[in-house]
């Protein structure tokens, strides 16, 4: 594959192809020079390289993923998943260990992450999983470029364009979490935000500290939370309470699809089906399969 008269993205992408260790890392990169090659017909026959490489990558891994195989050494994604990512001493582990109450080693050392940390904090009832992993550039590129949210922790504004470097292939929703609040004056704070509106417009982002109070912490958890396109949905039998814990769902699921969650092949064996909350006209309306839930829903069914 040439990269002669290449765009630079085209090029970096060429670059950390050769580099890639897993086929997720390798999909990621032909999929930006896909993007980035020339459309003009002496190009065509590197699109078509391009494309058929593309293919036997995606291929193979779905195969693998059909076996039950995972590159991500055990880690299983959640329905609803965030990576912690940034430079070393930026203070990503004792966000993880807030956030799950979890106890990952913390050293004024660099790289003291070396290997990727699984945990879950809820937001309200939800369960979110989250990933702290090495810091730059030592990180887990596979994780970086294929979680849903990542969460870019900095604690000064020039880590801010150094981290395109390692986070320009992600497809992840991006929060930028500017940590060490505590230790910022009044006026360094404005400026700060200041250049985050003016330089970085579109990038949301939430000012943090290492002993966040509780609103602070639950404005995080919110600001995770919207990212991801769920619902949460509440099971209950008939003459009971609803159950506590929701199961998380696509948005514009239908009954059918929660039902199918449940139990594989249940909703073909359902007599009835009963709905209370945000989607209904009254409660416990009876409805069809068809029927489209929204957040905080609670349904009921009865099989044949």
Partial sequence: MASTNQSPFY???????????????RIACLEIMMKEVPKHKSSENMRK????????LKSGLAKQKKAGKSSQQGIKKADMQCVLAGFPNVGK???????????????????????????????????IQIID????????KSLVNSTDTLLLVVDN?????????????TKAKIILIFNKEDILSENEKRKIEATLKSKYKKLDYIFFSTKPTKDKLNKLTKKIFDTFPIIRI?????????????????????FKNAAEKILKGVSKKIKRARIWGPSSKFGGQVIGLEHVLKDKDIIEFQTK
Avoid: W
């Avoid at 050293?107 to 937001?123: E, I, N």
């Fill in 93 to 127: 582990s004792t966000i993880f260990k807030t956030l799950t109450k979890l106890n990952p080693k913390i050293s004024p050392h660099p790289f003291t992450t070396y290997k990727p940390q699984l945990g879950t904090f809820k937001h309200e009832d939800a369960p």
């Fill in 49 to 56: 390289n391009l494309t058929n490489r593309y293919k036997k």
């Fill in 133 to 140: 992993i090495p810091s730059f550039p030592g990180h887990e």
């Fill in 234 to 254: 509440y099971t209950k039998e008939p003459k009971k309470a609803a159950s506590k814990d929701p199961m998380i769902m696509k948005e514009k699921s239908t």
């Fill in 157 to 169: 504004i020039e880590q801010i364009k150094e981290a395109e470097k390692h986070t320009y292939r």
């Fill in 11 to 25: 090029q970096r992408a060429e670059e950390e192809f050769h580099k890639a260790t897993t086929d997720e890392e």
